[in-house]
Structures are given as C-alpha cells and as structure tokens.
C-alpha cells in the first residue's frame, strides 16, 4: 500500500508558486492578490479561512479577508462581491460556505465574476467544467486529479465510484473523472443518499473517492483488493488518545481498509492538504488570465 502524501505534495507545488511568485515581483509587476468573504464564527470556516491566509502568505500570494457578523445583510453581502469583482487589484476571491440561512447562496455565488470565481462554484464555470472546456476548477476536485497526476496513477478504463453529490466535491469530481484527459477517461458511478447496493457498488471500483460526510462510512468489506481509494472526509471526534482530545478522522476507515488497497489518502495530510494548494494554483490562474 503506498500513502498519497497531500502533505508532501503540497509542500511541492507551494515551492513551485513562490518561485513563479517571485519572478513576477523581480520582474516589478504587480503580485497576486486574492480575497475571501467570511461571515460568522463557524469554527471550521474560521480555520479553512485562517490557513488559507496563511499558506498565501508562505508563496507571497496577498491576502485580504472581509469579515461579516452572522447578522450580515444579503444586500451588503452583494455589494461586497461587486467592490471585488470591480477591483482591479483582486484577482480573486471566494464566499466561504456554509452562508447564514436567510441568505440565498446561489445568489451570491452567482454574482461572482466568473473570471474571479477561485472557487469554481459559479455556474459559468461550472458548465465549462460539464463542457470539458477550461475554466477555474472547484479546489477539492482539482486537488484531486492533482494527486491522481503526479503519483501516476492510471485512470484510463477503470471503474471510479463517487459516494456523495455534492456541488463542491462529488459532482465536478465525478465530471472531471469522465472527462477526456489524463487523469480521466474513467467509467464513472456517482452514488448518494437514495443509491441502492451502495455496498456492492464499492465493492467494483478501482478508484474509490469518498465524499459522503459520513464518519468512517467506506469499511474493508466496500473495498476491491488493490482498489484506490481518496477519502475527502474531515470529521473531528473525542478521543483520549490525544492531548487535545480529539483526532480527525475521514469517510474511510483507514486502518482497515488501508490493508486492502493500492493507494489511499490519509486524514488528515491527504485530499484536505492539496485544497489549499489549488485554490493558491486557481489563483494564478486567475491572475494570469487577469493581467493580461
Ligand atoms: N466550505 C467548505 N468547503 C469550501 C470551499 O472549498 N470553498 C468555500 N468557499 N467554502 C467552503
């Protein structure tokens, strides 16, 4: 069994941002400068935001965070997103999610300009994605295939299982998955809520990607011998094996099911440590397409 290092691989490409990073300085151009919207005090948003900041910080990225007390009018909130979508110093920016109930997401995602959408949650970028034509790739997803790419793993023919249909992850994941393309080109199953034989869906995939919000929901028993297996869970759970008293565990059962299988990501140092990186790499993106 061999360990998809996210950790590792993150560090990698961190190092080849700040090189790009600082030849763009060297050259006296104007840096990359990204932006986030946080409204509230979800403890997990506070953090994706906080170390989103600071992983900027490590390649030189700017970073701007707007702040917004839970009580946050839509209006407002709109206004916000048409300052940055009109400043020609933002190259991007993200709405972190969930938003406070009587605001209506799709709304405001929506009003994102499509060209600062580093998320990739708006539906122009979303249909390119559906489309097969390039455009800005929700993080999780492009992490992925990220993964999937430099560890070589071969996707070509196989049978790839999702488990979840989220916007963020098991969808475009799904989609990228059956997409022409290396890595790609996969027969494709996305599986969710009212999917019938779950179990013995699992059990014919050769890629695995777990991302059904479900604490250690994929057991050895899902599993193909030497099947791949990416674990996008991220659940917090008390322990007394720690000195914080909790530990993180994924939507797979790691230890057994890490017997079994090819590859697989850990949790944590696995999927969630490449999201991060690729909002970074949709951030040059962004700023490339945006300077010229
Ligand atoms: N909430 C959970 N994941 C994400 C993400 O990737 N982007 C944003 N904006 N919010 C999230």
């Avoid at 986030?36 to 989103?52: C, F, H, N, R």
């Avoid at 488990?163 to 989609?175: D, E, F, K, Q, Y």
């Amino acid at each position: 069994m061999i360990l998809l290092d996210g950790k590792e691989l993150a560090r990698q490409i961190k190092e080849e941002i700040k090189a790009e990073v600082a030849a763009i300085l060297d050259a006296d151009q104007r840096g990359p400068h990204l932006a986030a919207i946080l409204v509230g005090e979800d403890p997990a948003s506070e953090t994706y935001v906080s170390s989103k900041e600071r992983s900027s910080r490590e390649v030189g990225i700017i970073s701007s965070v707007y702040k917004f007390s839970a009580s946050v009018s839509e209006k407002d909130l709109l206004e916000t997103v048409d300052f940055l979508n009109n400043d020609p110093d933002i190259d991007g920016f993200i709405v972190q999610l969930p938003l406070p109930k009587h605001i209506d997401v799709d709304k405001v995602i929506s009003s994102i300009h499509p060209d600062k959408d580093i998320d990739g949650f708006h539906p122009e970028n979303m249909g390119k994605l559906t489309m097969g034509i390039e455009g800005l790739v929700p993080a999780t997803p492009a992490g992925i295939m990220e993964m999937l790419r430099r560890y070589n793993i071969e996707t070509e023919g196989k049978h790839c299982v999702v488990l979840g249909r989220s916007n963020i992850v098991g969808t475009p994941v799904a989609l990228l998955m059956s997409r022409k393309g290396n890595p790609g080109n996969a027969t494709v199953t996305l599986c969710h809520s009212k999917t019938k034989n779950i179990k013995e869906i699992c059990q014919s995939a050769d890629i695995l990607i777990a991302a059904i919000g479900q604490q250690e929901f994929v057991t050895a028993d899902m599993v193909k011998q030497d099947a791949v297996v990416i674990d996008v869970g991220i659940h917090r759970v008390p322990t007394t094996e720690t000195k914080s008293g909790y530990k993180i565990v994924g939507d797979v059962a790691f230890d057994e099911v890490s017997k079994k299988c090819s590859y697989i990501t850990p949790v944590p140092g696995g999927v969630g440590a490449m999201t991060i990186v690729s909002l970074l790499q949709n951030t040059m993106k962004a700023y490339k397409n945006h300077i010229q």
